[in-house]
Structures are given as C-alpha cells and as structure tokens.
C-alpha cells in the first residue's frame, strides 16, 4: 500500500472503525505526485460536521459524570479531526520530503491511539461518540492552507501547540477531583503532543526566510480572523513549548500576545486547580490501571 492509499482511505471511510486502523510499517513508493485536495472527509451520519455550538464545561465542573464525558467528546473531536487532516496533508503536499510524510503517518497513529482512549473512558461517563454535534473548526482552515508550512503553522504550532497548555489544565483539574485515570489519559495525550509539535517545528524552522524572525514568519503564514490566540490556552504554560522545541523569543512573542477575544484568567480558578507554570508528569500522577 502506497502512504496516498492509506490517506484516501482515512479520508473516504465513513465509519469510525475504518479511520482506526493503524498504518503500516512498510510503504510502496509513489509515482504519481498529484496534490488532491479534498474539500471534507466522508463520515457516517453520527459523526457528520454540525454548526451547532457545543460549550466545553467549565473546570469547576469536572466533579460531575455528565461534565467529564462532554468535555472527553469535545476532546475526542479534535483527534478524530487530527486523523483526518494530517492524511489531507499528505495527499495535498505530495512533494513533501519523505521523512516529514511519515512525521504525519506516526502523528495519525498516535491521534487514533487517542481517540481510541478517549472514546473508551467517556464510554465511562454514559457518553457515546457522536451522541453530541461535532464542530469542524479545523477543517474551516483548509482553504486558507495553501503550502505545507502553512499547514505546520496552524495545525502543529497552533491548535496542537494550544494542547500542550489544555492537555496540562485539565490533567491538574480531573486530579483535583480524584479522576486519576483521566488525568493519567491527559499526560498521555501531552506527551504526546509534545513530539507532535516538534515534527511541525522541524517544518516550520526548515522554511524560515534568511533574515526574519520566527515570529514575524509564524504571522505570515496565518491569515485573520484566525490568529495567535489559537495557538494557546487560555493559561499559557511557556515551558511546554521549551520542550517543544520553540525559540525564547517565539515563546516570549506568543506569551505576550493578546486581541479582542482573549479570555481574562480567573485567578480563583487557578488558585482552585493549583495553575501555575508547573509542567505535570506522568510520574506526578498517583498509578492506575493504565499505568500498571
């Protein structure tokens, strides 16, 4: 099977089970370099795009079974759309290198490793995949994304580099409620995403003009209304993107920014969870039956 198979079928597959599968070890090499730009993947009715909103609870709710299995769905959303879209990367950009290719190809394996966790403990919580309208927030990107770094700039740096700050907050918050085993699923998911992070940084740092900033090519790439708010949580956790792989000044740059839709902090709720630029481990985490 050839890596544009594997995309296609991720893409074109309506049921969940189908986009599960995991990629091979081994690919055939490609001779047809024609970029394929699908406008939306097929779905099954259950998991089609809504333009319903859904509000994520709010932390100081995650002590109730209803909360937790929301805020899981809209969590498990995100992956199922991460699957998705790095398979559209790979038939749009066909002259990426090779290596990058197969960057995207570990990321869906490890989105789908996920999804699969999240589906399983929602589950947990009475919440079934699809039971609640599914936004399509990443895919509104799309036309917007014309070259592979622009890609890298929003998915990676952006929405995947906002979860190193969401996947922390809420590990701290479902601990706080004695939800080890969810807390435990979020470190999993921000180890995670740290490597998924870095591919796109490899990407991101390869593409830099001589003489400009990585800040200044970073604002070039996106296109408003989408902006760097999106690129961070609504508690900005710096050492995260250290580890990432991101610049001081890149760090320093994104920290600072703020527009019109910022949220203000609720500085109760971070005392209430203990926030604080702490980065939480694995090891942090009291063991469960996921961890052995």
Known sequence: MKLSDYAKHLLLSPNLEDKLISPLKVWEEEIELVPIRMEKPVREDRLSFSDKKVKIPRLEHLNQTSAKGLTLHHFANHELMAIEL???????????????????????EEEQSHLKLYIKRMSDFGIGFGDIPLNYIFWKQIPKLQSLEEFTAVLSISFEGANLDYS???A???HHFGDFETAEIMMRIFEDEIKHVKRGMRVFQNGIPEGK????????????????RRAKGYYFIPETRRMAGMSESFIQSLG???????SRVNHRILERFSLDETVWKKSDLPKTHLSG
């Not at 604002?219 to 989408?226: A, C, E, G, K, T």
């Not at 920014?257 to 910022?262: A, F, I, N, Q, R």
Request: net charge negative.
């Open 86 to 108: 790095f398979a559209w990367a790979i038939l749009a950009f066909p002259d990426a290198p090779i290596h990058v290719k197969y960057g995207f190809i570990k990321t869906i």
């Open 168 to 170: 922390q907050v809420y």
């Open 172 to 174: 701290k918050a479902f």
């Open 213 to 228: 900033s990585d800040w200044d090519y970073y604002l070039s790439l996106i296109q408003f209304p989408f902006t760097p």
């Open 256 to 262: 600072d920014y703020t527009d019109e839709y910022t």
